[in-house]
């Protein structure tokens, strides 16, 4: 299975990006998957996540309210929709299949990244 995450870009304070992970593999559908990020200079922080039965979803308290994951399993695709987002969004944004459900957040099977850049 590889997962690759899309949708990042440049966009102003306040504005919107969602974000994909696509994943390839018929298993895809049974993965907790998770977003994490990180930011010029930072560790590689966990942002969100959704389970895969019963479609339970988890954010850190900075992007409660402002994003939403989501998923399709028939097209293998996990979506991250930012809203009112904030210069300190920025960051290369990773989608993973979990280690495990629960913190520590972790993945086990990362894919590429994507910049999101939000300008000020």
């Known amino acids: 299975v590889q997962l690759q995450a899309s949708g990042g870009g440049l966009v102003q304070a306040g504005g919107s990006l969602r974000l994909s992970c696509a994943a390839s593999?018929?298993?895809?559908?049974?993965?907790?998957i998770g977003w994490f990020r990180q930011a010029p200079g930072k560790e590689r922080v966990f942002v969100a996540a959704i389970n895969w039965r019963p479609l339970v979803t988890y954010y850190t308290d900075s992007v409660k309210a402002r994003f939403t994951v989501s998923r399709d399993n028939a097209k293998n695709t996990v979506y991250l929709q930012m809203n009112s987002l904030k210069s300190e969004d920025t960051a290369v944004y990773y989608c993973?299949?979990?280690?495990?459900?629960?913190?520590?957040?972790?993945?086990?099977?990362w894919g590429q990244g994507t910049l999101v850049t939000v300008s000020s």
């Open positions: 593999g018929r298993t895809f559908s049974t993965y907790d």
């Open positions: 993973a299949r979990l280690r495990n459900w629960g913190t520590p957040w972790a993945g086990n099977l």
